[in-house]
């Protein structure tokens, strides 16, 4: 089966210029997660779709990023304005269930300066 | 909030030597999921453990989940240059779907 697909892969923007990211999870997996992971660090996670309705979206700087899932299939995260410490890798990983194993995507590396 | 500790962060071993890797959480746990990252690459999963005191074993490599259900660990056997990478523990406290992921062990095996 296809995997979670991602794109782009690598982004390069200035500061307070905005980007978006797009993510087509797994066919049939309803639940989709948004994580950033900064170098070092894991993923922290960003928000967690079931289908097209948010579960939770606590750690989201909702100031200045955004995410939908409007068809419950695939979704876009989008920043505006990007800050610096935005520069990280977003990665989009799907699951059949709410607690079952999550498959994630390759990742778009976004680097601001 | 919950907090997922892992140590250590860095692991250098011989080819051959075993290695472990610690998950320490704040809050009791629902389940715990253990995950490889490859360098450049992405967390693919590895294993999911539920119960209490579970076991569970994929080759050279063996999962434990604690009897308070609060702390995990990996163990691997005879370690691999291809087992390079990094592993991540993620939990879910009881009663949520939230996953938070540990910082991570990254495993460096010197041939």
């Known amino acids: 089966e296809a995997g979670v697909a991602q794109s782009p892969r690598y982004k390069i923007i200035e500061k307070r210029q905005s980007v978006a990211f797009w993510c087509n999870p797994i066919s049939g997996h309803a639940t989709l997660y948004w994580y950033q992971q900064i170098l070092g660090q894991g993923p922290k996670l960003l928000i967690q779709?079931?289908?097209?309705?948010?579960?939770?979206d606590s750690q989201l700087p909702k100031d200045r990023f955004s995410a939908e899932r409007l068809k419950g299939v695939d979704s876009t995260l989008k920043i505006q304005p990007a800050k610096l410490e935005d520069s990280a890798v977003y990665l989009c990983?799907?699951?059949?269930?709410?607690?079952?194993?999550?498959?994630f995507g390759q990742g778009t590396r976004l680097t601001v300066v | 909030g919950q907090q997922v500790m892992q140590i250590p962060q860095y692991q250098h071993v011989q080819e051959g030597e075993d290695f472990t890797t610690y998950c320490n959480s704040s809050?009791?746990?629902?389940?715990i999921q253990w995950y490889k990252q490859r360098p450049g690459g992405h967390p693919v999963f590895l294993i999911q453990l539920v119960k209490s005191g579970e076991v569970k074993k994929q080759k050279r490599l063996t999962f434990q989940f604690g009897e308070a259900k609060k702390n995990s660990s990996l163990h691997i056997t005879a370690t691999q240059t291809t087992d390079v990478g990094t592993y991540f523990c993620a939990g879910r406290p009881g009663g949520s779907y939230i996953p938070t992921f540990g910082r991570g062990t990254s495993l460096i095996v010197h041939p």
């Open positions: 809050t009791t746990l629902s389940n």
């Open positions: 779709f079931q289908n097209n309705g948010v579960v939770d």
């Open positions: 990983a799907s699951s059949a269930g709410r607690v079952t194993e999550a498959f």
